[in-house]
């Protein structure tokens, strides 16, 4: 039962307070507590009781003419300190002012005369009683929801803090990210740098010193040991050269930027001559290394270096795995793929639709470690021996990849170790080598030119000494004049005093680049109604769409940096045939 607080009936006379004590004990019970009074003093001072006892007033029923205190003034001060108890006036004496202002100053409920009738008295406390827990019940919901409001207050605070602290930490991961996003393009940035210097400051010394043999050679005749020096340089300027290609060819296929050219690779050959180069070092361990096959050559779509790369990774590996005094067995025959398996088992990267396919076994009797079978091909996976990197299967694996092909290994310590790479067989044989042209061994340019008696001025522009000796031996004298210069300004220069009919332009050079120097040149023969010269890129960067963007520019065509004697001559036929119409060119 709802706790509905004391009723306080006050009245002088005794008679009316015992007789309303009576009438609403029987009428509402002995749950309800009555009090009663005999002054509005004593009605304070039982006010106070309560109070301090945590106690609370529901009903006051007071007399008006009362001595002492009146009821009207009573029930004002009750009401100051009782805002919600229900006050009630009952008397036979009353003025209108006095009402009045109980009205409007204590909140009046009810006003009943004396002698006053049992049934109104309780209808007026049952309804007074119904108004203060009704009452009562909206100050408590009314308290409820202002905890609640304060509580969605707290919780909204800590909602927006959440979201400040939640904005700032985007602020602060965005601006990290953005940290990142910078460090990650100077990183390549940094790459790039680092493969222009690769390009222009490794490979071109290094494709001047691998060629200077074979030019020392054209010049005389050598003693063994000189030959024996010049077969170490050369063989150490072309590993040098294929570790520089190497790494830059990683880089891209990684990066998802490599453009595959395909060429016929005879395979059995550069096996043998990566077996033959590694044979000292097999032979420190009394290994011998075997070589088969089914028929001579065998032919693969494939690039040179990358498989070379390959192979020479396979057998130095397997011949560090072998046992001392064993055998490294190197098979290669040719098969034809089972197209029914490798739909579901080939990747996008070595689907090709040749099934004829040259498979090279590597085997050896040594055992790859349990640790590695698993991460054979990872990245940086290593068994742990001095100076391994981890990156020379992952790397073997990847160029195989990239040509179409797979490589993939088999080992157990009864069997021993095999891998097995199977690329593309070649539906074509090698081009054959460039004819040489006439007892004087020129090249069809150079016999066209002098048929028609005409020698064409040629300038090279580079900043590399010794490639400009090498291109000096590439371009013979008897059909060309021969002039460099070591940057665009000094090309310029030599341009204004002399129009070349051929310009050959190295890209990156310092004082003036090959870019600015092609605009000054094209500007001035421009202006000075000069014939145009024939101007070719000579770059390092030889990809399809770098040589695009060099023809935009306004070059006339593009020789890789570095390039062999036979793309020299190549280049040099198309130059004459632009320049000049009237040669005749002989087969």
Known sequence: MVDSGIILCVDDDTTVLIALRTLLTHAMGHDLAIEIAESGAEALELLTDLEQQGQHLSIVISDFIMPGMRGDELLIQLHHRSPKTITIMLTGQSDFEGVKKVINQANLYRFLEKPFNHDDIILTVKSAILAYEHERTLCEQNQQLRELNNELGLMLSKVQESERLLEQRVIQRTHELDEKNQALQQALQ??????????????????????????????????????????????????????????????RMESGSYVFRPAVVDLLSLANSVAMGLRAQAMSKLVTIQVTHDSAPIYVEADDSLCYSILGNLIKNAIEAAPEQSTVQISLHNFVRDTS???????????????????????????????????????????????????????????????????????????????????????????????????????????????????????LVDDDDFNQMVMGEYIPETAFVFDTAINGRVALEKVMARRPDIIIMDLDMPIMGGMEALTHIRQYQDQTAQVASYIIAYSGNDDAQSFASYLQAGFDACLSKPSSREEVETMLRLACKALSNEIKWTD
Request: net charge negative.
């Open 190 to 251: 940094s790459l790039e740098d680092v493969e222009r210097i690769a390009r222009h400051d490794l490979k071109t010394p290094l494709v001047s010193i691998a060629a200077a043999p074979s030019l020392l050679r054209a010049a005389r005749q050598l003693s063994a040991h000189e030959e024996d020096i010049l077969n170490m340089i050369e063989s150490a300027s072309n590993r040098a050269l294929s570790m520089v290609n190497l790494s830059l060819d990683l880089f």
């Open 341 to 459: 398996l490798s739909s579901s088992l080939d990747s996008p990267l070595n689907s090709s639709p040749n099934n004829e396919q040259v498979q090279l076994r590597i085997h050896n009797q040594g055992a790859v470690p349990l640790a590695l079978r698993e991460k054979f091909f990872a990245k940086y996976a290593t068994s742990g021996k001095s100076g391994g990197t981890g990156l020379g299967t992952y790397s073997s694996h990847l160029l195989a990849s990239v040509q179409g092909g797979t490589l993939t290994m088999q080992t157990s310590d009864d069997e021993g170790t095999t891998l097995c790479l199977s690329l593309p067989r070649s539906q074509m044989l090698p081009m054959p080598e460039p004819k040489k042209l006439g007892v004087s061994g020129l090249c069809a340019a150079t016999q066209a030119a002098l048929l028609v008696g005409t020698q064409h001025y040629i300038l």
